[in-house]
């Protein structure tokens, strides 16, 4: 293995990104999805062929299509700008002007070095400097920069610039912890860890609001 090589590989294993931003090609979106999907599909069958299965047996013919269209429609379909939620946001008419969490939003995501799960819970909050968002908007908006291949620190950087963005206010935050199966079931197969990440902008970086927010995060919520 080249130097090169080597490196690539141990900041895989270390999990390591290297920029605040999907790194996408510039024709990312030149063809539609369905062309993506007949040409992952052949990659698959490349792969299950070079593995030695038997893509006649009747359990694995419609593998290579399964695995294509769920790349491309679901577990990756957040790389699609088109499913970018809509930026729509509402007075506050309610003069409520304290902090709003949305705690423990599932996400579900791929681990870009190794394409395996990332699976955990996000909490998200935001103070209103005279816009909100709907509640699902917030989940929608979690989930949509999930469904990448994505390292947590990023994935919880998008969430907070995006709100941000919508919202017009620097006052957001994002914690997310979660785990990853790149961890859990290959390398060092420790089943027990969890990895947490937080972004903290504007007055969530005073530590009386920070506090706050962790305080209301830890809420045991049971229905």
């Known amino acids: ?31 539609s999805d369905d062309e993506k999907i007949e040409l992952i599909k052949k990659d698959v069958e490349n792969i299950l062929n070079t593995l030695g299965m038997d893509l006649t047996d009747d359990s694995l013919k419609g593998t290579p299509n399964r695995v294509a269209k769920m790349f491309v429609k679901e ?6 700008p088109a499913k970018k ?10 003069k409520y002007n304290e902090m709003l969490v949305e705690k423990n939003i599932v996400v579900y995501s791929t681990c ?6 990332i699976v955990g819970r996000a909490h998200v909050a935001y103070i ?8 699902s908007k917030m989940n929608r908006i979690v989930d949509y920069y999930a469904k990448r291949p994505q390292v947590q620190e990023r ?13 017009g206010t620097d006052d957001v935050a994002c914690v997310v912890d979660a785990k990853h199966l790149c961890v859990n079931s290959r390398g060092i ?9 937080a972004e903290f902008s504007g007055a969530f970086k005073n530590d009386v609001t920070r506090r706050e927010f962790l305080d209301y995060i830890k809420l045991d919520t049971q229905f």
């Open 75 to 80: 577990i990756f379909g957040g790389l699609n």
């Open 189 to 197: 197969r420790d089943i027990e860890s969890s990895t947490v990440t």
């Open 128 to 135: 209103s400097n005279g816009k909100v968002v709907g509640l």
């Open 1 to 31: 293995m080249c130097k090169s090589d080597a490196l690539h590989e141990d900041m895989g294993d270390n999990h390591i990104g290297t920029s605040d931003y999907t790194p996408l090609k510039a024709d990312a979106f030149a063809i």
């Open 155 to 167: 994935l919880t950087i998008q969430i907070v610039e995006e709100l941000k963005r919508v919202l």
């Open 112 to 117: 870009e070095h190794h394409l395996l799960p």
């Open 85 to 94: 939620p809509s930026s729509s946001t509402f007075d506050n008419k309610y």
